[in-house]
């Protein structure tokens, strides 16, 4: 029995493996992404400044180190909570990895960019300067205005509305059965 286990496998019989991890990191990232956009949407209506980094290949240790290390679950209400005006992290970056949020408070480093718009604040030269040093997508919501941006590989998004960003994150993040990755250039094209 053992051998013909051993036969099966070697014919493909992995391919029920990676089905299977493939189908609980889609579920995994589903959940996450559905939760970042409805925390972005709430953080948007009640303009509460959040500034959400997604840890792609680029490792962010250094990043996580500047922060407070949590290792938990992604949900709305813990990102809404960690955002909250009076809470101690309310004004650093979140780093999520792997589906799941790593750390809080974390300083990020300024884009040097001369030509960002006057009108950009902190937290946006915050996610340019991340999404230039990286290759995270970083979500920032205006304290100011409520107005939702998305910055990678150098380039800022501003008013993405929630379908859009859902629709941006899912391309990006979502795995798929022939490990080819999208177009990276697709996502650009959400942004109002």
């Not at 391919?15 to 948007?44: L, P, T």
Request: hydrophobic share 40%; proline share 2%.
């Amino acid at each position: 029995e053992i051998r013909r286990a051993l036969e099966q496998m070697g014919r493909g019989g992995f391919s029920f493996f990676s089905n299977r991890f493939v189908s609980q990191q889609f579920s995994m990232w589903h959940k996450a992404i559905v939760d970042i956009c409805e925390s972005g949407e709430y953080m948007s209506q009640e303009r509460t400044g959040a500034l959400i980094v997604i840890e792609r290949n680029t490792g962010l240790n250094e990043i996580v180190g500047t922060g407070t290390e949590i290792d938990s679950e992604i949900s709305s209400e813990i990102l809404e909570t960690i955002f909250y005006i009076g809470s101690p992290f309310h004004d650093g970056a979140v780093i999520i990895r792997d589906g799941r949020v790593r750390a809080a408070g974390c300083l990020l480093p300024l884009s040097s960019n001369f030509e960002i718009s006057r009108d950009m604040g902190t937290r946006h030269r915050a996610a340019l300067g991340m999404s230039e040093n990286s290759d995270a997508i970083v979500i920032v919501v205006s304290e100011e205005t409520g107005i939702v941006s998305v910055a990678q590989n150098g380039v800022i998004i501003r008013k993405v509305d929630n379908k859009s960003l859902f629709r941006m994150l899912s391309i990006e993040l979502m795995p798929s059965e022939n490990e080819e990755k999208p177009n990276r250039k697709k996502w650009r094209l959400f942004g109002k």
